[in-house]
């Protein structure tokens, strides 16, 4: 399995900012993908994140509130844009494809929102 | 889209005790997942299922992919402490727009007592 590691855990940030994550992961992998755990829920695609090209957004989410790049195999960022107290989640990146077993994914630890 | 209903909600258990919890499908799905998170962590991986019919163990756990591909089911046998957590089943399908996207059911809270 990968080792998947996200900065920051958690962060606390006013109403109208915004918020970059990151996600690091110690080999390369075909497919990473960002998933949103709002409190005492389960975990919901936001969207799968495309080395070299455009995010791929699931239903209910659009590029200008959670921006996502993919510059490398191994690297991928999660931006949420105007922050408003209904973002407060757990943030999740997640690795699977090809180069890991079938369709499992790993999760890294999670990025803890809290948005005053 | 696709949902998967996961059963009980959550769960008061003693020590010792088995556990049994299962998610079903209103369509069907190619591979079935199970992971557990605990508080602060991210899920982790337990079981993963490839095949209709497969029974899979992993120490005192054990999976099935329903028959029908609609269902699958983990049971924890001789519960301890360190099961508590919550538990999800993720169901996935391969090919065209749905590769390597996972849904998951509503996750199963439980509690074991000393």
């Known amino acids: 399995s990968a080792v998947i590691s996200q900065k920051p855990s958690r962060d606390i940030c006013q109403r109208g900012t915004s918020l970059t994550i990151q996600c690091q992961v110690d080999?390369?992998?075909?497919?990473m993908f960002w998933y949103r755990q709002q409190p005492g829920q389960s975990l919901t695609l936001i969207a799968t994140a495309n080395q070299g090209s455009e995010a791929t957004y699931e239903s209910g989410f659009v590029i200008d509130k959670f921006p996502i790049s993919r510059p490398n195999l191994t690297f991928s960022t999660l931006t949420v844009s105007n922050m408003s107290p209904e973002d407060s989640s757990i943030y999740l990146c997640?690795?699977?494809?090809?180069?890991?077993?079938?369709?499992?994914?790993?999760f890294g630890p999670g990025t803890r929102l809290t948005v005053l | 889209g696709q949902q998967l209903n996961q059963s009980p909600q959550s769960m008061f258990i003693q020590e010792g005790e088995d556990v049994s919890m299962n998610c079903t499908s209103s369509?069907?799905?190619?591979?079935w997942l199970w992971y557990k998170q605990d508080p602060g962590e991210g899920p982790v991986l337990l079981i993963a299922l490839y095949k209709a019919g497969e029974l899979t163990s992993n120490g005192r756990l054990t999976a099935q992919f329903g028959i029908t591909r609609k269902d699958s089911f983990l049971n924890i046998s001789a519960s301890i402490p360190s099961d508590v957590g919550i538990y999800f089943c993720a169901g996935a399908n391969a090919g065209g727009t749905s590769y390597g996207k996972l849904t998951f059911g509503q996750g199963t809270i439980l509690t074991v007592h000393p």
């Open positions: 997640s690795v699977g494809g090809p180069g890991l077993a079938g369709h499992e994914q790993f």
């Open positions: 369509s069907i799905f190619n591979t």
């Open positions: 080999s390369q992998v075909t497919m």
